[in-house]
């Protein structure tokens, strides 16, 4: 997009307005100053939102000077759908437009796995709007929807949900989606997608999918812990320790090489596998700490906050990202701005 055009700058200063709003309900005048946009500019861009049934005016507040009317973004302006895909079933949700889980779905996967989603879809979604979907699967899958779409891996679904649950900055994090696959997320700046980690050996033999032996994912993921304890729920394995106290340890001595070769400050567990007692929790950090030279043994392992809701929650906050309020442009008109005052960087 050619930035310094008119007519994209005026839809880059809607995407400001739509993302200032996402934060909280805010006047228009509040508007102009947290963008730094005169005020006429806001009134035509608020106007045209309204308009567009993106935005809603509520009631007006009174103040001490002039009534102020507050803007707030229309939940109802249409929906986002995230789908999960594993290896016996998929899930389904719709979210409105600030991100709230509305309803969702689990079946079976089966031969007509785009037709039962699509079917599915169609009976949440209604009359609504869609603006996008967001699919999970650590998969190289071919999405065949009439929306546009994303595929994201389950790691960075968990990680972009508990960025949104927590409001201190979680920058330097290793996030590690524990469920029936391991997946891994560092976030630096933003958010990358490490799929070395699951396949760090951490044992002499135990035969991976990639073709070697001892990878943390022959080891300790959740499809492997299934055929060992024959258990189906993976939550009901987490919270056996005799079933976790030996992947727990896979899974700290993974962690231990991925903090050294990452630098990450601390680590999230996510995903059903992650709902491991406070015991387990307490061996793994002094594992962990153990591993560590003296200047990284400051390392925690940290809980989700989600817990096993992270994966459609974050993708349903991914999707929206993409497909209402396109924060990747503003991040993009953001590097730009950054290069452009530090052109020797």
């Known amino acids: 997009m050619d930035f310094s055009r008119p007519d994209n700058a005026r839809k880059i200063n809607r995407i400001k307005v739509l993302n200032a709003l996402r934060t909280g309900n805010m006047s228009r005048a509040e508007l102009s100053r947290e963008l730094l946009i005169n005020k006429v500019s806001i009134s035509d861009i608020t106007e045209s939102l309204i308009k567009d049934g993106l935005i809603v005016e509520m009631e007006k507040e009174m103040t001490t000077g002039r009534p102020a009317t507050k803007l707030s973004i229309n939940r109802n302006a249409g929906r986002v759908f995230s789908i999960e895909l594993r290896k016996a079933s998929v899930s389904v949700s719709i979210s409105d437009t600030l991100g709230r889980v509305l309803r969702f779905e689990r079946m079976p996967r089966s031969e007509n796995l785009w037709q039962d989603i699509r079917a599915t879809c169609d009976r949440l979604g209604k009359d609504a709007k869609i603006f996008g979907a967001a699919v999970v699967s650590h998969e190289d899958v071919e999405i065949d929807l009439p929306w546009p779409s994303i595929l994201i891996c389950p790691a960075i679904a968990e990680a972009r949900a508990e960025i949104d649950y927590v409001t201190a900055s979680l920058d330097g994090f290793y996030f590690v989606s524990w469920n029936e696959t391991i997946e891994a997320a560092y976030l630096k700046n ?111 392992i940290f809980r989700s906050n989600c817990k096993e809701g992270g994966l459609s929650i974050g993708a349903s906050i ?28």
């Not at 070395?196 to 033999?205: G, L, M, P």
């Not at 993921?221 to 299934?226: A, P």
């Not at 727990?248 to 596998?273: D, H, I, K, N």
């Not at 991914?318 to 452009?340: G, M, Q, R, V």
């Open 190 to 300: 933003q958010l990358f997608d490490i799929k070395s980690f699951a396949h760090i050996r951490v044992a002499k033999s135990g035969k991976c999918s990639c073709g070697a032996e001892g990878c943390l994912e022959a080891v300790a993921s959740g499809e492997r812990l299934r055929e060992t304890t024959g258990l189906r729920s993976l939550r009901e394995i987490a919270l056996n320790d005799d079933f976790v106290r030996d992947p727990s340890r896979a899974m700290v001595f993974a962690l231990s090489q991925a903090v050294q070769a990452t630098g990450a400050r601390s680590v999230m567990l996510t995903g059903e596998l992650s709902a491991l007692s406070d015991q387990i929790y307490a061996d793994m950090q002094t594992k962990l700490t153990s591993y560590l030279p003296a200047e990284r043994k400051d390392v925690i």
């Open 318 to 345: 991914l999707a929206l990202d993409n497909f209402f309020y396109a924060s990747n442009i503003l991040e993009a008109l953001l590097k730009l701005e950054s290069s452009s005052l530090h052109p020797l960087t």
